[in-house]
C-alpha cells in the first residue's frame, strides 16, 4: 500500500511539454494540467493512453491558495490503477472546459461540482444545480460557506468537550432555525426564481402536431419525489409522446444530507457512521471503502483475519443487497410481495450475523482504520457457515428457478433499455451495469483491493446490454459471492483483528487518496484530501447510483412509460447513495 | 371490551341472556367500536425517505409482519392513508412536497416521526439542507427513536399510536369539529432557504437585524 493511488508509469509531462506538470506536493500525486490545455490533454489521456472509463470528477477549494482544484481520476476498464490529474482555476472565476464531450460520465459530477462549489463547467449542455434547488444562496461547499447552525470550524466542539456543555442550535441562529437569508430580506417583496423553471426548460420542447386530422402533443409526467417506484425520493420528469418516452430528466436532491460538508467538520473517525448511511443496504461496503481511502493515507496494514473478516462482510451484503434488487425489481414489474418477501427472509437471516458482529442490522459502524472494531466470533462464524454452505446456494437457485424462466418476467425484460458496451463506458457505469453490457470490469479483479486476489471466482458478465442481462449478473453475481464466502470461511486465520490499540483520534499525514471498493452497486469511491489535522480538509465521496443515472435518458428514450420504471429498478438506486 | 365492562350498572339482565346482552349508553359503546375498528385498519402512507424506509419494508416483510395489526395495506397515494410515517431525514428540498402529501391525507390522519433525523434531524442536523424535525412542520404524534428504529422500535411505536387512538372521543375530535376543513397547512417555499409562510413576520423581522447569519458575522 503505498500513497496516493496513481500511476506515474506514464509521463503526461514528457507529452505535453511545457503544459503539463507532475503534482509534487507531497502526499499527492498525478499531474496538474492547465484549463485551456484540458481538452486536447483529455482526449489524449482516453484515447492514446487508453484511459476510457472516468470515475470521478470533484474540485477542492484550496482556500489558503486563493485556487479551486479540480480533480480528475480516470481508469483503464481492462484494469490498473488510476490516473490522476487536476486543473486548477482562480478561486474568484473558476472556469475550465467541460469534458462531457470526452467522458459522458462526467455530466452529473460536474454539475455537482458547480452546485455545491460554484466552479463553472464551459461547453457543458445543461450546467443547472443538482443536489440543491435552482435559486439556492451560495456554493455550500466553499471553505467560506457557513451553514445556518455552523459551530465551529471543525469537531470536537469545544463547548461539547472537555466542557460538556451544550445549547441547541437554534438558540444560536436569529431565526430559531436551521435557515439563513441575505441582511435586510424581505420574503413579501422578493420573488423567487422558481426552482422548476430550469428544468423543465432543460427538455425537449413540446411538439403537436396534427395526425390524422387530431392534433397530437406532448405530455410532460412528473414521476416522484413521492412515488411507489422510483426507490425512495428519486423524481423523474418524463416527456411522453403517448406512452411511449421523448425526453427525460431525472432529479435528485430530495435526500441531500451533505454529507461532504457534515464530513469535512468531522474528525477521520467521525466519519465512519456517517459511511453507513450513505447506501443503507450496504453499510459494510461503505465502510470498506473509506476505510481503504484513510488507510492508504496512514499507509497502515490490516491484519490477515481482520482482511478475511472484510471480505466475509462484504460479500454477504452484497448477496443481500442483491436479494432486495430481485424482490424490488419484480416488484416494479408487476410482481407483487411474493419475491420481495422471499428475500426478505434470506436478508433477515444475514443482518442477524451482521448485529452480533457489529451491533447494528443495518448501521454497522463496523470497519476501523486497520482493521475492525470486533472479532468475529466463533457463533457469528458458525451461522455464516450454515448461511453459506447450506441455505443461500439452495434459496438462491429457487429465486433463479422461481422467477427467471418466467415468461412474463422474460417478455417484460428482454431487449428493453439496451446499453452497447461503448456506451456504458462512455457514461461512466459500474458495478452490475456495466457488467451486463459485456465489459467485464470489476474493481475486485480489475484493481484488486485488501484480499481479493486470494479468491477463485469468475466476473459475472452478460454481452445482452438489456435489462434481462443486468438481472441474470446479479444472481450469477450472488453465486460468485457465495464462491468467494466458502473460501473465505474456510481459510479464515486465528490472529488480530486490529493492529495496535484502538485510537479515538487517528493521526493521518497529509496528502489526497482515493479509496475505491466493488460495492453491491458499482464502483463506490472515497476521495480524502488530509492536511495533517485531525479533520479531513476534503471529504468526497463519489456515489455509484449518481453516476451510474447519466445513462437514464438514453436508455429509456424509445420505450414505454411502464418500461421507465423497470430500468429504473434495473439500475439498483438508493437515494442515500446518490443525493447523499 | 367484555359485556360486563359494558353494560351499565343498575339494569337487570335475566340470567339465561347475559353473556348475550348488554344494556349500555349511546357514548359508552360507540367510543369503544369506533376506536377499535380505527386502529385494527391503520393504512399507512407508502412513503420513504431515507434508511429508516428500509426498515419500516422490514416490518412489514414476514418476520415481523405489521398485518397483524391490521397495518399492511400500504397505500401509496396519500388520499387513501391514515398514518404518515416520516421514515428518515426531511431535507429542505423535499419538505414542500411532504405537507402536500399530508395536506392531502383525508381526517382523520396520524403523523408518526420515525428515527432521530424525522424526530429532530439527527446526525445530519447541522447540515444546511435538513429540517430539523418533521414537528416543525406537521403535528407529530408519536416519536419512535432509533438510528434507525429497529422493526421492533417502529412496532412499539405503532401500538403507543393504537393507544393513543384508544383514548380518543368522537365528540372531541378534531375531525368533526365545525369549520375544521379549512385547516391546511401552508406548503414551505423555496427561496434563497427554506420559508415557511407561518414565519414571514419573524424571518423579516430577524433579518432586519444588522448581524443575522453565522457566516456574515464571520463566523
Sequence with gaps: ????????????????????????????????????????????????????????????????????????????????????????????????????????????????????????????????????????????????????????EVKPFKSRWPDGKHTFAEVKNPFRDNLQFPADFDPEKVTFTDPEEALYKSLKKYHSETRDGIETDHILVNMGPQHPSTHGVFRAVVMLDGETVVSLKPVMGYLHRNHDKIGERNTFLQNMPYTDRLDYFCSMTNNFGYA?????????????????????????????????????FLN?????????????????????????????????????????????????????RELVFDRLPGKVDEMDRLLTENEVLVSRVKGIGYLSAEDAIRTSMTGPMLRASGVPYDIRRADPYSIYDRFDFNVACRPEGDLLARYMVRIDEMRESLKILGQALKQIPAGPIFPGKPQYQVKVPAGESYGRVESPKGELAYYVVSNGKPNPYRYHVRPSSFVNLTSLEQMCIGEKIADFVAILGGIDIVLGELDR | MENNELNLPGYEIPEDVKNVVAVTTLDRLLNPVYNWGRRSSVWPLMFGLACCAIEMIAAQASRYDLARFGMEVMRPTPRQADLMIVSGTVTKKMVPAIVRLYNQMPEPKYVMAMGACASSG???????????????????????????????????????????????????????????????????????????????????????QPVTTPAQAGG
Design chain 1, 1 to 152: 500500500m503505498t500513497a496516493p493511488a496513481s500511476s506515474l508509469t506514464i509521463d503526461l509531462a514528457a507529452r505535453f511539454p511545457g503544459a503539463v506538470s507532475a503534482d509534487v506536493r507531497p502526499g499527492y500525486g498525478g499531474f496538474i494540467v492547465p484549463a485551456e490545455k484540458l481538452i486536447e490533454v483529455a482526449t489524449a489521456i482516453r484515447d492514446e493512453f487508453g484511459y476510457d472509463l472516468l470515475s470521478a470528477v470533484t474540485g477542492v477549494d484550496y482556500i489558503a491558495d486563493n485556487k479551486m482544484e479540480v480533480v480528475y481520476h480516470a481508469f483503464k476498464t481492462t484494469g490498473g490503477p488510476a490516473f490522476v490529474f487536476k486543473v486548477q482555476v482562480p478561486r474568484e472565476n473558476p472556469v475550465l472546459p467541460s469534458v462531457v464531450n470526452i467522458w459522458r460520465g462526467a455530466e452529473f459530477q460536474e454539475r455537482e461540482a458547480w452546485d455545491l462549489l460554484g466552479i463553472k463547467f464551459e461547453g457543458h449542455p445543461d450546467l443547472r444545480r443538482i443536489l440543491m434547488w435552482e435559486g439556492f444562496e451560495g456554493h455550500p461547499l466553499r471553505k467560506d460557506w457557513k451553514e445556518p447552525f455552523f459551530e465551529e
Design chain 1, 332 to 384: 416494479d414489474l408487476g410482481a407483487m410481495y411474493t419475491p420481495a418477501l422471499y428475500a426478505f427472509e434470506e436478508r433477515e437471516l444475514i443482518l442477524d450475523i451482521f448485529e452480533e458482529v457489529a451491533g447494528a442490522r443495518m448501521m454497522c459502524n463496523y470497519f476501523r482504520f486497520g482493521g475492525v472494531a470486533r472479532d468475529m466470533g466463533e457463533d457469528a462464524l458458525r451461522k455464516a
Design chain 1, 292 to 328: 481503504l481511502a484513510v488507510e492508504k493515507l496512514m499507509n497502515i496494514q490490516v491484519p490477515e483475519r481482520a482482511d478475511y473478516i472484510r471480505v466475509i462482510m462484504s460479500e454477504l451484503t452484497r448477496i443481500q443487497n442483491h436479494l432486495i434488487f430481485l424482490g424490488m
Design chain 2, 122 to 208: 439527527g446526525p445530519f442536523k447541522e447540515g444546511y439542507n435538513v429540517v430539523a424535525g418533521i414537528d416543525k412542520f406537521l403535528p407529530v404524534d408519536v416519536y419512535v427513536p432509533g438510528c434507525p428504529p429497529t422493526p421492533q422500535a417502529l412496532m412499539n411505536g405503532l401500538i403507543m399510536l393504537q393507544k393513543k387512538i384508544d383514548k380518543e372521543k368522537i365528540s372531541q375530535v378534531r375531525w368533526y369539529r365545525k369549520g375544521h376543513d379549512s385547516v391546511e397547512i401552508p406548503v414551505p417555499i423555496l427561496g434563497p432557504d427554506l420559508i415557511d409562510p407561518r414565519r414571514i413576520p419573524d424571518i423579516k423581522a430577524a433579518a432586519a
